[in-house]
T-cell receptor, first 115, second 113 residues
Framework: DAGVIQSPRHEVTEMGQEVTLRCKPI?????LFWYRQTMMRGLELLIY????????DSGMPEDRFSAKMPNASFSTLKIQPSEPRDSAVYFC?????????????FGPGTRLTVT | QQQVKQSPQSLIVQKGGIPIINCAYE??????FPWYQQFPGKGPALLIA?????SEKKEGRFTISFNKSAKQFSLHIMDSQPGDSATYFC????????????FGKGTKLSVIP
């Protein structure tokens, strides 16, 4: 299995630009999470989906952030407009819904730098 | 009440030592406590997990100790090796069917030869 795939691995953009991060979960997994990691705040859950439906987006910092999961094999996290404080590593993780908490499999992350 | 507090922030031990990382929580509904390991440039990966019906769980050199009454749990790494140098995160989830993990801030462990 290829694991969780994220693209791009690195993104450098200027303040005000739109940024789109992409994630392909592990085949068969039906729960997907987006996290943001910074030195100051650690690993923060932004939003998660079960069966392509957003369940909890209370971690999304502002309206500038949006996430979609149009099908079971693809999700996007969009930031529009981007700001320097959005610079972080963004991780996508997936797991299998099975009645009890299961291991979350993380992707390699996207390092975002907003100048 | 959803927080998981982790300490220390960083830890340096000699090879063969036993680093101990501690976590505390307030939410008594938490019933699943995993530890994740993260190497530089990689995503976190599950290391070991425990449920509150047991006080200890061992997997190889890694042991979780759990104190339900104190609402604390800790990770011990026996005979630590330089390859164990990584950042370790404790986490917690509440309720059967809950997949939302609350993570601690992480502990950067360095094992020196």
């Amino acid at each position: 299995d290829a694991g969780v795939i994220q693209s791009p691995r690195h993104e450098v953009t200027e303040m005000g630009q739109e940024v789109t991060l992409r994630c392909k979960p592990i085949s068969g997994h039906n729960s997907l999470f987006w996290y943001r990691q910074t030195m100051m705040r650690g690993l923060e859950l932004l939003i998660y989906f079960n069966n392509n439906v957003p369940i909890d987006d209370s971690g999304m910092p502002e309206d500038r952030f949006s996430a979609k999961m149009p099908n079971a094999s693809f999700s996007t996290l969009k930031i529009q407009p981007s700001e320097p404080r959005d610079s972080a590593v963004y991780f996508c993780a997936s797991t299998e819904l099975a009645g009890t908490p299961r291991e979350q499999y993380f992707g390699p992350g996207t390092r975002l730098t907003v100048t | 009440q959803q927080q998981v507090k982790q300490s220390p922030q960083s830890l340096i031990v000699q090879k063969g030592g036993i680093p101990i990382i501690n976590c505390a929580y307030e939410n008594t509904a938490f019933d699943y406590f995993p530890w994740y390991q993260q190497f530089p440039g990689k995503g976190p990966a599950l290391l070991i997990a425990i449920r509150p019906d047991v006080s200890e769980k061992k997997e190889g050199r890694f042991t979780i100790s759990f104190n339900k009454s104190a609402k604390q749990f800790s990770l011990h790494i026996m005979d630590s090796q330089p390859g164990d140098s990584a950042t370790y995160f404790c986490a917690a989830a509440a309720g059967a069917g809950s997949y939302q993990l609350t993570f601690g801030k992480g502990t950067k462990l360095s094992v020196i030869p």
